[in-house]
C-alpha cells in the first residue's frame, strides 16, 4: 500500500490533474469572462457570532485578460487556521507551464508541467520545500469513440524510489454529460467516487460525494435553480443549505450559508474589479 507520506504529496497533483480534466465540463468561468473579470475578493461574515460586524478576505484571486487564473490567496485566518497559502500561475501560448505555492510567504512547493498535442498534461513534476522531495507524475489519457475522456492513469514516482498508481474513470448519459467519476489506486482500491444526476437539459440536480479509506465519508448535494438557469440553491444531506444571490451582469453578489437546524451561520459577500 502506498506510505502516508506519499499519500499526502499525491493530493496536490492529484487534483491539478483532475482540474484540467474536468475544465471542458464546467461552465463556471462564463461570466467572468463575459465582464472581463480582473479580480474577484471573496468576504466571509460571521452571522453565528453575536454582535460581529467584521468581514474577513478569504480568498483573492487575480485574472489575465485571458480569463485565466494567474493567483489565489486564501486567508485560514478567516475559518480559524493561523495561516495562509498563495498560489502563483504561470502561462505560456495559454497552457499552464507553473503553479507556484507559498504557505505563510515561506515555499511550499511548485509543479511545472509539459503537455501532449491535445494539450493534456502528460507530466507534472512537483517539488516540495519542505522536504526537498520531488514528485513525478506521468499521465496516460484514453478517450471513446466520441473523444469524450474515457479514463486516465496518472504513474508517480518520488526521490525515495516509491511508486504508485492512480486511474479515474469518467462515465457518461446518453447526452454526453458526465455522470460518475471512480478513482482507485495501484492495487484497484477505490479511493473516491462523485456520481452527478442531470435535469434534461444537463443542468446538474444532485452530486454525491464518497471517499473510501480509514476516514470513509458520504455526501449528496442537491441542486435548484432561478428562472435564468443560475444556481438558486443547494441543500446536502446533512441539510445544510446555502442560497445564491447575482449582481446585474449575472456574477455572484452574495451567498447565504445555513446549518442543518436552518440558522443563518455565514455569508460570503464578493466584489470585483474587472480589465478595460
Not at 471542458?24 to 468561468?29: H, L, S, V
Not at 467519476?181 to 495501484?186: G, Q
Not at 440553491?233 to 450559508?257: I, P
Request: aromatic residues 14%.
Amino acid at each position: 500500500m502506498l506510505h502516508k507520506k506519499m499519500k499526502r504529496q499525491l493530493t496536490l497533483t492529484l487534483f491539478i490533474l483532475l482540474s484540467f480534466i474536468l475544465k471542458a465540463q464546467q461552465n463556471d468561468t462564463a461570466f467572468l469572462i463575459l465582464n472581463k473579470v480582473a479580480t474577484v475578493y471573496k468576504h466571509q461574515f460571521v452571522h453565528a457570532f453575536e454582535g460581529n460586524e467584521d468581514t474577513c478576505l478569504l480568498e483573492l484571486k487575480k485574472f489575465n485578460k485571458n480569463s485565466d487564473i494567474i493567483f489565489h490567496r486564501t486567508d485560514m485566518g478567516c475559518i480559524g487556521w493561523n495561516n495562509t497559502e498563495e498560489r502563483f500561475f504561470t502561462y505560456y501560448n495559454d497552457q499552464l507551464q507553473a503553479l507556484e505555492i507559498r504557505r505563510d510567504n515561506l515555499p511550499y512547493a511548485k509543479s511545472l508541467f509539459e503537455y501532449d498535442d491535445l494539450n493534456d498534461p502528460i507530466k507534472i513534476a512537483t517539488h516540495y520545500s519542505e522536504t526537498n522531495d520531488t514528485l513525478v507524475s506521468v499521465n496516460e489519457y484514453y478517450r471513446n469513440s466520441k473523444n469524450r475522456m474515457d479514463s486516465t492513469i496518472a504513474r508517480r514516482k518520488n526521490n525515495s524510489g516509491e511508486q504508485s498508481q492512480i486511474k479515474n474513470v469518467y462515465r457518461y448519459d446518453k447526452r454526453k454529460n458526465l455522470v460518475q467519476e471512480y478513482t482507485t489506486d495501484e492495487s484497484g482500491t477505490p479511493l473516491s467516487m462523485v456520481s452527478y444526476e442531470r435535469l434534461s437539459d444537463g443542468k446538474m440536480k444532485s452530486k454525491a460525494i464518497t471517499i473510501y479509506g480509514d476516514n470513509p465519508s458520504f455526501k449528496q448535494i442537491y441542486y435548484e435553480y432561478d428562472q435564468n438557469g443560475r444556481i438558486f440553491s443547494t441543500v446536502d444531506s446533512q441539510n445544510r443549505k446555502q442560497l445564491f444571490f447575482y449582481k446585474k451582469n449575472g456574477l455572484l453578489n452574495n451567498v447565504l450559508t445555513y446549518n442543518g437546524n436552518g440558522a443563518l451561520e455565514v455569508e460570503f459577500l464578493f466584489n470585483y474589479t474587472y480589465h478595460e
